[in-house]
């Protein structure tokens, strides 16, 4: 028999740097999970990606106890990394802080693949690229055929 679902926690942690402050220490709390339990659990799994900004959804049980999954960093973070700026722009229309290629977009839409909600790399790209734009970074070079 399936455990009781008793509520679902979204929240956006650094690899590897989890603990009991806010925000994370009282999302749990809240919900009467044990809050070093996960953070323990989370710096184990995510030690490669120390630093990144990474999702995870938990989900807390009647029992208080939890799983939690965690994705691929977001498109945004990996566009600024890529275009190495600081930040997006705050008139995306009007100022152009950085350019990426077609090649940094497919890179990205491959690795965000599975978290998207697209059935193909071509529409992966197309967000990507989306993304890119509404951060006034722009996409330089001819778009490369994914077949």
């Known amino acids: 028999?399936?455990?009781?679902?008793?509520?679902?926690?979204?929240?956006?942690?650094k690899?590897?740097?989890a603990n009991p402050s806010p925000p994370i220490g009282p999302a749990l709390g809240s919900?009467?999970?044990?809050?070093?339990?996960?953070?323990?659990q989370f710096n184990g799994r995510t030690q490669d990606l120390a630093g990144k900004v990474l999702p995870v959804v938990?989900?807390?049980?009647?029992?208080?106890?939890?799983?939690?999954?965690?994705?691929?960093?977001p498109v945004a973070v990996q566009l600024i990394e890529a275009a190495k700026v600081k930040k997006g722009s705050a008139e995306p229309h009007l100022v152009k802080v950085g350019s990426v290629?077609?090649?940094?977009i497919k890179m990205i839409a491959e690795?965000?693949?599975?978290?998207?909600?697209?059935?193909?790399?071509?529409?992966?790209?197309?967000?990507?690229?989306g993304t890119a734009r509404s951060m006034g970074i722009t996409v330089t070079g001819e778009r490369p055929s994914t077949n």
């Open 15 to 17: 690899g590897g740097a």
């Open 1 to 13: 028999m399936a455990k009781e679902i008793a509520g679902l926690i979204k929240l956006q942690v």
């Open 58 to 73: 938990i989900t807390v049980y009647a029992d208080k106890s939890f799983d939690f999954v965690i994705k691929q960093p």
């Open 111 to 129: 690795i965000k693949l599975e978290d998207l909600n697209c059935f193909s790399l071509e529409g992966a790209m197309s967000m990507v690229a």
């Open 101 to 104: 290629n077609w090649e940094q």
């Open 31 to 40: 919900k009467g999970v044990n809050i070093m339990q996960f953070c323990k």
